[in-house]
């Protein structure tokens, strides 16, 4: 997590791949793409703090406890950003998580009237499915539709 972290912060101004190094997640992830559009002014600041707040933790690991509720919420923030930050999910070894699944990014400035924008149509899906949409839409005009998930019969 402080690798990503730091990768994410050090390289905003120019993504580059890197194949992804980490023993400690259930699935080995794709290679890391930094996505600078989803580094917005709000997320950076809330990255920035992260990283001086866990700096300690950083040069000291033997301060690291799991009832150290401060540390445990400021990591589950740093994750959700650095999931939108790489488009991908960090699950780890022993957590009870679902596994990384299909995630889909959706920006639209403007919908027609009549036009319909939709992230996923899906006519099944498997009880082992995870869908993550991130869907964003400036205007929707009367008539036009948005929708992030369509699924005609059971999901999960």
């Given at each position: 997590m402080f690798g990503r972290l730091g990768a994410a912060l050090d390289r905003r101004a120019q993504p580059q791949e890197q194949e992804p190094t980490c023993p400690a997640l259930v699935a080995a992830p794709t290679p890391f793409r930094l996505r600078p559009e989803e580094l917005t002014e709000e997320r950076l600041r809330r990255l920035e703090g992260a990283a001086r707040e866990m700096a300690v933790y950083r040069?000291?690991?033997?301060?690291?406890?799991?009832?150290?509720?401060?540390?445990?919420?400021?990591?589950?923030?740093?994750?959700?950003?650095?999931?939108?930050?790489?488009?991908?999910?960090?699950?780890?070894?022993?957590?009870?998580?679902?596994?990384?699944?299909?995630?889909?990014?959706?920006?639209?400035?403007?919908?027609?009237?009549?036009?319909?924008?939709?992230?996923?149509?899906?006519?099944?899906?498997?009880?082992?499915?995870?869908?993550?949409?991130?869907?964003?839409?400036?205007?929707?005009?009367?008539g036009g539709e948005v929708t992030g998930l369509e699924v005609d019969g059971t999901l999960g």
């Open positions: 040069r000291n690991p033997d301060l690291i406890r799991l009832e150290d509720d401060v540390l445990v919420r400021t990591l589950s923030q740093v994750r959700d950003d650095l999931e939108i930050v790489y488009g991908q999910r960090f699950t780890f070894v022993g957590e009870q998580r679902p596994a990384a699944g299909v995630r889909v990014v959706q920006r639209m400035d403007e919908i027609e009237q009549d036009a319909v924008a939709r992230a996923v149509r899906a006519q099944n899906v498997t009880d082992k499915a995870s869908v993550d949409i991130d869907q964003r839409t400036k205007t929707v005009h009367r």
